[in-house]
């Protein structure tokens, strides 16, 4: 068997920070996003992974080179431009064959991993295996509409008015007749978001006579596209942390709580953590409260300041500022200082489709 992750795509709900570096980058509890994945498949055993790039290919590559390190063996394949995930379908046709897959979106994080989905699909042996979560908001998503059996019907990509709040998460199972929908009469279209959508693919396979299955999510998934969904499965994998680290230095009047992991290099002063929080390396917090479901990245700099439940990538200066931070992702080289001179102004650089809330 072998795997299919993405790593492309152009992030547009999570701009700015998508503007200037590949969304799969993005750390989650201090881990590039595109790990989870990784690790999800390799736990699975399957080590031979295709790997769909588009012009970011070199900051994937340089981070993860031929996989070696991770213990699997990635081979990239080109996206000249974002056309659905039925087009990376399409041009993996080549690297993928007559070989059973695993289909992974690179942005999804997911609990506990695919051992069980991958060992059903084993035993089962469909032509498709969907794996799908319930969710209060199922118009974000293409949703699989099942029978009284809790068979698969019928697959929608993100309906107006959904039948079913089973949401279809971004980890399929497919074997090598998913191919057969983009060729011949009856091969599917491209949509009018200009697109070949995936549940295309897969209510082609139920249309013609091809078993498609469900397995329902036994632990939580994310997809972590919106700022919101990534906060969360932040705060879920750092709930999921069951012991500390502390690498760095930590003084005597320090005063830390919970489950904390302190990078090397990172020095605490005078300052309260209350975990789960990760801080990465060579992070300096001075005189300041970190709260719970904090992940502060490498080389950030916190003085007099508060912030919790937040993503805070690297490099990042957080100032003097009089308010406690909340629920905020804050992209790398960011400087949030407050300013206390009069008159008493607010003083932005703001990139496109930023939030500034303001109190």
């Not at 799969?24 to 790039?53: C, Q």
Request: proline content about 4%; hydrophobic content about 40%.
């Amino acid at each position: 068997m072998k795997a299919l992750i993405t790593a492309g795509g152009h992030g547009t709900r999570l701009r700015p920070l998508t503007f200037t570096s590949n969304k799969h980058l993005i750390p989650v509890a201090n881990k590039p996003m595109i790990f989870y994945s990784l690790e999800a498949v390799r736990g699975a055993g399957i080590t031979d992974i295709g790997m769909i790039v588009n012009e970011t290919r070199p900051v994937i590559e340089e981070l993860l080179g031929n996989g070696k390190k991770f213990g699997v063996h990635i081979t990239y394949i080109d996206q000249d431009e974002p056309r659905g995930l039925g087009h990376c379908l399409m041009i993996a046709e080549r690297f993928l064959g007559k070989d059973p897959f695993v289909f992974y979106l690179g942005d999804n994080v997911l609990a506990g991993g695919i051992d069980g989905f991958v060992s059903e699909f084993k035993k089962t042996k469909p032509n498709c295996q969907l794996l799908l979560a319930k969710v209060p908001d199922p118009e974000r998503f293409g949703v699989a509409v099942l029978n009284k059996k809790g068979e698969v019907i019928r697959t929608v990509e993100k309906p107006k008015h959904p039948e079913t709040p089973f949401a279809i998460t971004g980890v399929y199972l497919l074997d090598h007749h998913c191919f057969e929908a983009f060729r011949g009469k009856d091969a599917i279209k491209i949509s009018a978001r200009g697109e070949f959508e995936i549940p295309d693919v897969f209510q082609y396979l139920l249309d013609h006579g091809y078993k498609v299955r469900a397995h329902n999510v036994t632990g939580w998934w994310k997809d972590t596209g919106k700022m919101e969904d990534l906060l969360a499965a932040n705060r879920l994998v750092l709930e999921r942390q069951t012991d500390g680290e502390i690498k760095g230095s930590v003084d005597k009047i320090s005063k830390l709580a919970g489950i904390v992991r302190i990078g090397k290099g990172t020095k605490i002063v005078n300052s309260e953590l209350r975990g789960p929080v990760v801080i990465g390396e060579n992070v300096e917090v001075r005189d300041s409260y970190i709260g719970p479901f904090t992940s502060l990245y490498n080389g950030c700099v916190i003085h007099n300041s508060e912030i919790e439940h937040s993503v805070v990538l690297g490099n990042v200066t957080i100032r003097d500022v009089e308010r406690r931070i909340d629920n905020s992702l804050i992209g790398q080289d960011v400087t949030i200082v407050q300013n206390h001179r009069h008159p008493k102004t607010y003083s932005f650089m703001v990139g496109d489709n930023a939030k500034v809330h303001l109190v």
